[in-house]
C-alpha cells in the first residue's frame, strides 16, 4: 500500500514523464482549501528533489495567492490505466513572474504558449505513494485546445489586462503577486 521516500526515485521521474493530468493544492494560513487540475505539457522534473510547472491563465489565481503566503504546496498525479498508483509530491514552492530574473531560463522549458502566467519551483520535502485501488480507468483522447485558443484571441497585452482585471486577489482577497 503507501510508501513514503525523502525524495523522487528514478521509477517515481519515469512515473510522472507519462501523466497527462496532475493537480495542484494549496491553501493560506485562513483561506480557502484550493486543488487545480494541470495539463498540457506544463510539467517538468528538475532533480529527484525539486519540480517545476508553468501555471497558464485562468479564472482564479490561488495558487499563487497561498504560495506567496507560505509557499505550501502538494502536487498529485494519479494513474488511469494500468498499474493504480497514486503519487503526492509534499513541499514548499515559489512563484516566477515574467519580471523577474529567472523567468527567461525557466520558460524556455516549456512550449511558448501565450497565456503563461508565472512558473511554481517547488522543494519537495516528502513523496507519497498509495495504491489507486478506487481510481477508475479513464482513456486519453489529447489535450483540449480551449485555453490555448482563448489566449491567442486575446494576445499578449489582452492577457495581462485579463490579470489586472481578474488574477490580482484570490478568492479570499490575499494579493498574487500579479501588478
Avoid at 488511469?80 to 515574467?98: C, D, N, S, W
Avoid at 482563448?150 to 501588478?179: F, H, V
Wanted: aromatic share 12%.
Amino acid at each position: 500500500m503507501g510508501e513514503r521516500f525523502k525524495a523522487m526515485t528514478d521509477e517515481h521521474i519515469e512515473f510522472i514523464r507519462h501523466q497527462k493530468l496532475f493537480f495542484v493544492g494549496t491553501a493560506g494560513e485562513d483561506s480557502l482549501i484550493n486543488v487545480s487540475p494541470k495539463g498540457m505539457d506544463s510539467f517538468r522534473v528538475i532533480s529527484h528533489s525539486q519540480i517545476m510547472w508553468l501555471n497558464l491563465t485562468g479564472s482564479g489565481n490561488e495558487t499563487a495567492a497561498h504560495v506567496l503566503e507560505n509557499g505550501r504546496m502538494t502536487v498529485m498525479f494519479c494513474s488511469f490505466e494500468k498499474q493504480p498508483v497514486i503519487m503526492r509530491l509534499y513541499g514548499t514552492a515559489r512563484v516566477i513572474h515574467a519580471w523577474d530574473k529567472e523567468w527567461a531560463e525557466r520558460i524556455e522549458q516549456f512550449p511558448a504558449y501565450t497565456g503563461a502566467r508565472q512558473i511554481f519551483v517547488q522543494d519537495v520535502t516528502l513523496v507519497q505513494t498509495s495504491c489507486g485501488f478506487a481510481v477508475p480507468y479513464y482513456e486519453y483522447q489529447g489535450d483540449r485546445p480551449t485555453l490555448d485558443k482563448w489566449a491567442l484571441n486575446k494576445g499578449r497585452d489582452g492577457i495581462e489586462q485579463y490579470w489586472k482585471d481578474k488574477n490580482t486577489r484570490s478568492l479570499d482577497g490575499k494579493p498574487t503577486g500579479i501588478q
